[in-house]
């Protein structure tokens, strides 16, 4: 089974819708509360594409399996170089490598954009994405703690950096 990377289509969305509601209701790898809707999403994606930023997935057999993206790090204009990603794989779909194929599509297209920098916001209970990310040459930068509230507790952000250039 070869993993393939293809641009999002308003189609891979219900997809999607799925596999972020999965995280967002089991674990802190997003800080949402609430489960997502379909238009939710929609819009979030619309917006990032108008703005000239990817959303990507991934298909094995033309079955999205995970997927991924990046967009603005902060709203000034001095940090228009500089994105923030986030890539999410199917529960049932772990140890397959989508991941790393995802990211380094991400990667490869953020360079080609001529960007500097990209940041990873992770929680800190998540080492396997923390070790995800330093096998691609990502940095710890900073630790914010007591960053967000998730099921009855405080959780702590790790900020990973990965120069571009």
Known sequence: ME???RPYQSSDVSTIVAILNH????STALYDYQLRSIEQQQVIF???IQKGFPVIVATLDDVVVGFGYYSEFRFREAYKFTVEHSVYVAANEH???IGKVVLQHLIALAKE????????VIDSEN???IAFHEQFGF???GFIKESGFKFDRWLHSVIMQLLLE
Not at 23 to 26: E, R
């Open 113 to 120: 954009q001529k960007l500097h920098t990209m940041i990873a």
């Open 46 to 48: 619309e917006e990032k």
């Open 127 to 129: 080492q396997n994405s």
């Open 3 to 5: 993993i393939k990377i």
């Open 23 to 26: 995280y967002i209701a089991t």
């Open 95 to 97: 140890g397959k490598g």
């Open 139 to 141: 940095a710890t930068v």
